[in-house]
């Protein structure tokens, strides 16, 4: 008889009995630790076993005695290799060496999810097909074949990422429930050919947060709310919410999202992980439920830099699908962005540049103080920090909070940002749209329409009507609806602005104040100030951020970033990983840590933006 996945599935929910019974399992999964083979499945299991636990903690229940501990949510060894904080490398050894294969490895990370799911809601979906996809790889494995650093690890995309599967795409929204998508989105599709095993989908922001304006981060109707691992309470990041929070809760051992402002950026820092949000055209948009095609870019999260780059390696490239990503080609180094991973020596003789005006001055003093200490950790090391390095426009481009219609609210609606999403939005959603089966929705107004007739559950109007999590109802979509997709002179005038505002007037100048004419290697913002990645997501930039720390009244982590020039992510990649090993080095604080669960029973909705 084959193999019944779904029934293996199923049992893997019952916990430690399931895990005695799997182990009994002698074959292709490896549960027993013999060699995958093709014996057939033979599961017996007391019932009685099954339908009891007797030792609830820590793992089943989490033991209210360990509140504000990272204890509260231990991670078991899967066959007994550490799979709490577990690179990628480990993992590869583990499935080498015959410890672990990656049946085994995915079912942990099931047991993972259960475990976590009602409390920070990272998972959307399970993809139901995971176990065959594993299995699959275990059979390749076995016989001398491993495709790449890839290979068997399980990883899950956020949910307005298209998948050619069992699953849904659907932004969040219940509009999508049930559409079908006409193939793979390309990065979907590299991930599977790198052997990558996709596990499921991430929760996120409804509508990558393009629907309102004042909006619980995190929250979608078919979702519900996303929360950080670290304060659940707090506003976890977004909108690629779920993908940075199942990876900072070792829900999923990598993850992907999107940016059009902050998406990747923002819930990496607030979740201690490294995110990279790659140049506009490195990284294909096919498949991908948009915003702004001037904007938009796929992105990596994962626990360190290196995983984080294995990620970035597997999903660059030219697609005919995206004719942003043409603008790449002679611009990508041969053989990926792993080789210049590097280490704290690489710092000798870099230089930097602090834009403290533009950015830092918007910091929090403790913020500030733990930065800083990080960047003594890079004096000694041999790098050399030059201060004032400001973008030369930031009193006209730098808002002194976060606000997309800055422009505007400066009185110059054809110098703003969300003068040129708004259009996009409304003409980049009907492109999309028109290429889904099985579904209505065939426009914005009839997103809009939808929202309305489903008040409740979709909050079209603002609250006390409709859903508390979208206090401003779908205003963001009103204001898209509005523009009815014209590229009017308006438009092309806020283009023109906010993109050489942002690049040679902006970053690039910034880059060009080096000591006796010379570049400076990257710029050093705080990511937890929005304004940053604000700007380099208007020029359409790369940014990178790390782990730095976590604010002592919210126990909410923010990291350090690294900004660049268009195509620089091989020099983002080498700094962050050189930082990455002086802060493991000096075995300073300042670094990625565990979270500690705070607020772990309560459920506002709102989450507070704290």
């Known amino acids: 008889m084959a193999p019944n996945f779904s029934r293996l599935v199923a049992v893997a929910a019952f916990g430690a009995a399931a895990a005695n019974a799997l182990s009994s399992l ?33 793992y089943y229940f989490p033991q209210n005695t360990s ?78 074949k491993v495709r790449g650093p890839l ?50 989908k991430a929760t996120l922001s409804e509508w990558a947060d393009m629907r309102s304006n004042n909006y619980s981060e995190g929250y979608s109707g078919r979702g519900g709310q996303c929360r950080s691992s670290y304060n659940l309470t707090v506003n976890p990041g977004g909108s690629s919410s779920g993908s940075a929070v199942g990876v900072a809760a070792n829900v999923f051992t990598f993850a992907l999202g999107t940016e059009t402002d902050g998406s990747v950026i923002n819930p990496a820092e607030r979740n201690a992980i490294v995110g990279i949000k790659p140049t506009v055209g490195l990284t294909s948009r096919a498949g991908v439920i948009p915003e702004s095609a001037h904007q938009d870019t796929v992105g990596t999260f994962a626990r360190n830099v290196r995983d984080a780059t294995y990620v970035l390696d597997a999903i660059y490239g030219p697609d005919p699908r995206d004719n942003y990503t043409a603008a790449q080609v002679g611009k990508t180094p041969n053989g990926g962005y792993s080789q210049f991973l590097t280490n704290k020596a690489a710092l000798a003789g870099a230089t930097f540049g602090i834009p403290w005006n533009s950015f830092w001055v918007y910091a929090d003093p403790e913020q500030q103080t733990i930065l800083l200490k990080i960047v003594d950790l890079m ?8 201060n004032g390095t400001e973008l030369p426009n930031y009193r006209t481009m730098v808002a002194p909070y976060w606000d ?92 023109g602005f906010c993109q050489q505002q942002t690049r040679q007037g902006g970053i690039d100048a910034a880059l060009a104040q080096g000591r006796n004419g010379n570049q400076l290697d990257a710029l050093l913002v705080p990511p937890d100030v929005a304004q940053s990645y604000q700007i380099a997501a208007q020029a359409g930039y790369p940014m990178i951020t790390i782990p730095a720390g976590v604010h002592s009244s919210t126990g909410m982590p923010f990291g350090l970033a690294l900004m660049q020039t268009a195509f620089a992510e091989d020099k983002l990649v080498k700094w962050a990983s050189a930082i990455e090993d002086a802060q493991i080095s000096a075995n300073t604080p300042y670094k990625r840590t565990l979270p500690k669960w705070y607020g772990y029973l309560q459920r506002n909705i709102p989450v507070n933006n704290l």
Not at 35 to 49: E, I, R, S, Y
Not at 157 to 162: G, L, M, W
Not at 177 to 191: E, I, T
Not at 447 to 457: K, L, P, R, T
């Open 67 to 144: 509140a504000d501990t990272s204890a509260l949510f231990p991670m078991p060894k899967c066959r007994g290799v550490q799979l709490e904080e577990a690179s990628i490398d480990s993992l590869q050894k583990a499935m080498d060496s015959g410890r672990l294969t990656s049946v085994q490895l995915c079912l942990c990370y099931l047991q993972r999810i259960y475990q976590t799911q009602d409390y920070v809601h990272a998972v959307l979906e399970v993809n139901p097909d995971f176990i065959e996809i594993a299995a699959s790889l275990d059979v390749e494995r076995a016989a001398g």
């Open 404 to 495: 997309w219609d800055y422009g505007t609210t400066r009185g110059y609606p054809n110098e703003s940002e969300y003068t040129v999403v708004k259009v996009d939005f409304y003409n980049n959603i009907k492109a999309y749209l028109s290429e889904l089966q099985n579904t209505n929705v065939r426009s914005l107004e009839d997103i809009v329409a939808y929202n309305y007739a489903n008040d409740g559950s979709e909050g079209g109007n603002p609250w006390p009507l409709g859903n508390p999590a979208f206090s401003s109802g779908q205003d963001g979509f009103l204001a898209s609806l509005k523009t009815k997709g014209v590229m009017d002179t308006t438009y092309y005038q806020a283009l």
């Open 379 to 386: 004096k000694a090391a041999g790098a050399t920090i030059i």
């Open 151 to 200: 290979h068997g690890i399980p990883f899950m995309v956020k949910d307005n990422i298209a998948s050619k599967d069992k699953m849904q795409t659907t932004a969040g929204s219940w509009a999508l429930q049930g559409s079908v998508v006409p193939r793979d989105a390309k990065v979907v599709a590299q991930l599977r050919t790198a052997g990558a095993v996709l596990f499921g």
């Open 26 to 58: 002698p074959d292709i999964f490896n549960i027993s630790g013999s060699k995958p083979n093709n014996v057939a499945v033979q599961l017996t299991v007391n019932a009685n076993d099954v339908q009891t636990l007797d030792s609830p903690y820590p």
